[in-house]
């Protein structure tokens, strides 16, 4: 099992930035991928960003440019640092696990933080 806590959520202005955490516990060893989903209003699951155990990272188009997501493998953490935040990206965020492999594989969901962002 994993346990996924995510932090940093919150109102801001257009233009401003935020910082959101993910706080990875339990089997960490078999988690493959982290990454962040959101869902906005009206709209469905989508994946923002991801990043591979070894560093590679995945970005949407709607946000290249303007999110950075990093990971800290010793304090199994993963940060999206949101910059340049427009209306359209309020929607409640996901912090997400790629575990195990094969039959055992599974994913695990954090609880969500909300995000908006005010004209």
């Known amino acids: 099992q994993v346990l996924l806590v995510e932090s940093g959520g919150g109102l801001v202005p257009s233009g401003g930035s935020l910082r959101l955490s993910c706080a990875a516990s339990g089997s960490t060893f078999s988690i493959n991928e982290m990454g962040w989903y959101r869902e906005g209003p009206g709209r469905q699951r989508e994946l923002v960003a991801s990043i591979t155990r070894r560093g590679y990272t995945t970005y949407s188009d709607s946000v290249k440019g303007r999110f950075t997501i990093s990971g800290d493998n010793a304090k199994n953490t993963v940060y999206l640092q949101m910059d340049s935040l427009k209306p359209e990206d309020t929607a409640d965020y996901f912090c997400?696990?790629?575990w195990g492999r094969g039959h055992e594989g599974r994913d695990f969901w954090g609880q969500g933080t909300q995000v908006i962002v005010s004209t």
């Open positions: 997400h696990a790629d």
